[in-house]
């Protein structure tokens, strides 16, 4: 029997609805969960009290003594989270506990730099047809504010860094919504000309060209929701000792490497692949995930969970805070800043089992890395930890005035990657770093970008 066949004929009949509703009406435990549902917010009636009771927000190994950061209404957390972790060797310098870095200025090469990446994705796969899945996929994911641990170390690397005064928020930086909107449209109808370009046998000067008359057009849009980025900056401030510092004229790698230490080139990004097929102790990579044409790749050594706990705990226990990503809303509790892997218990409210495992999410569309942020402390019992403490980009108005607990199952759960030093890893691991990656298709999870 056909695929089509089978759904012409597979209905459900008016009885069968009959009985669903008959059998519902004489399940007293429904009925209950039913008046409760209708008038209060599910979360409110799934929270697992005792879960919620237990857990201290309390950590043995604390870093920050900082302000949080907002990203807003955009994508770039990021960004954030790794400007955060430059920051944090930025404050010592400096002796400024507040210092921030201009979270517009890489957010704005970040833009320029995928126009042209998406440009020649187009022109590299010309000869497809528009309907073709990767044609389709890099389209539709156009010009998202997304990003991974790889992408911010390329911007950082070629265009350096600046502090937040030297190009502060726009409307645009902190509500991307209407300039991600138009630049997609500018870069579709691109791709549509440089088709054709392709398709009527148009030369490497000619496409290069085109490409060239779109990246005026995008940098000329960046910069009018954006501002401009500034080439160098005359830096001077006033410490928390009230101390006043002349530097002079810097450029923005300049003022990078004279006010942090982190080498950039010794991080790489270890995630928790659940899927049996991608062995652990291997790298991967995503088909066309990137930013920075001949910057670096984004490549992941696949490592087992606890691997991720113990360089975690050890880096802030060094004094480190930690650069990670995760699936941000599952068992998420946003008013107490709360993640535990059995913070609700929707199956008890429905009387349905809804249980899958990390590995089932994943391959079912259920699970991905979304957001990432910055641990900046840990609880450590006999040596096993038990929580963690994180700095999220959302504003003080939640937590611990943004600060935020994640219990150690929930870690186990929704954890997929971290940023380390790879000096920390084994020998046997060091050398996988140097193997050819498997590589996955662009729209594999493993590609999630996280907003």
């Given at each position: 029997m056909s695929e089509t066949r089978r759904l012409a004929t597979k209905t459900i009949t008016n009885n069968q609805v009959s009985e669903?509703?008959?059998?519902?009406?004489?399940?007293?435990?429904?009925?209950?969960?039913?008046?409760?549902?209708?008038?209060?917010?599910?979360?409110?009636?799934?929270v697992n009290h005792s879960v919620l009771a237990s857990s201290s927000h309390s950590v043995s190994d604390r870093l920050d003594d900082w302000k949080v950061t907002n990203q807003k209404k955009?994508?770039?957390?990021?960004?954030?989270?790794?400007?955060?972790?430059?920051?944090?060797?930025?404050?010592?310098?400096?002796?400024?506990?507040?210092?921030?870095?201009?979270?517009?200025?890489?957010?704005?090469?970040?833009?320029?730099?995928?126009a042209n990446y998406f440009l020649q994705s187009v022109i590299e796969t010309a000869d497809r047809p528009l309907d073709d899945r990767l044609v389709v996929f890099l389209s539709e994911s156009l010009m998202g504010d997304g990003g991974q641990w790889n992408m911010s170390s390329s911007i950082f690397k070629k265009y350096g860094a600046v502090p937040q005064e030297a190009m502060p928020e726009t409307e645009s930086s902190s509500d991307t919504a209407q300039m991600n909107a138009r630049l997609k449209t500018l870069l579709r109808k691109a791709a549509l000309e440089l088709r054709q370009a392709v398709a009527s046998g148009a030369s490497e000067t000619e496409l290069d060209a085109a490409v060239q008359n779109t990246i005026t057009e995008v940098h000329r849009v960046l910069t009018i929701h954006l501002g401009a980025p500034p080439s160098s900056i005359d830096w001077q401030w006033i410490d928390d000792d009230k101390k006043f510092s002349r530097e002079g004229v810097l450029s923005p790698q300049e003022f990078l490497a004279k006010y942090t230490k982190l080498n950039l080139d010794d991080y790489v990004c270890l995630v928790d692949d659940p899927r049996t097929e991608h062995p652990k102790g291997k790298t991967l990579t995503v088909e066309y995930l990137g930013n920075v044409i001949g910057g670096d790749d984004t490549v992941y050594l696949n490592v087992d969970i606890q691997l991720m706990k113990d360089l975690a705990k050890d880096a802030l226990q060094n004094g480190s805070p930690v650069w990670f990503g995760c699936d941000v809303g599952p068992q998420m509790l946003r008013s107490d800043g709360l993640w535990d892997a059995e913070l609700f218990d929707y199956s008890g409210v429905y009387g349905v089992d809804l249980a899958l495992n990390k590995e089932q999410r994943v391959n079912i569309g259920e699970s991905a890395m979304t957001h990432a942020m910055l641990f900046t402390g840990v609880d450590v019992l006999d040596g096993q930890t038990r929580r963690w403490r994180v700095e999220n980009s959302w504003g003080e108005e939640n937590a611990d005035k943004g600060f935020y607990t994640m219990n150690d199952s929930w870690f186990d759960e929704y954890m997929f990657e971290i940023a380390v030093d790879k000096n920390k890893l084994s020998p046997e691991l060091q050398a996988a770093l140097a193997e050819q990656p498997l590589v996955l298709p662009a729209w594999d999870p493993m590609g999630a970008l996280a907003r």
């Open positions: 669903l509703h008959q059998a519902f009406a004489d399940d007293s435990a429904a009925i209950l969960a039913k008046n409760a549902v209708t008038r209060t917010a599910l979360n409110e009636l799934a955009s994508g770039r957390c990021w960004l954030f989270a790794a400007l955060n972790l430059l920051r944090a060797e930025a404050r010592q310098i400096l002796n400024v506990k507040d210092f921030e870095f201009s979270q517009n200025y890489p957010m704005y090469f970040d833009k320029l730099e995928r």
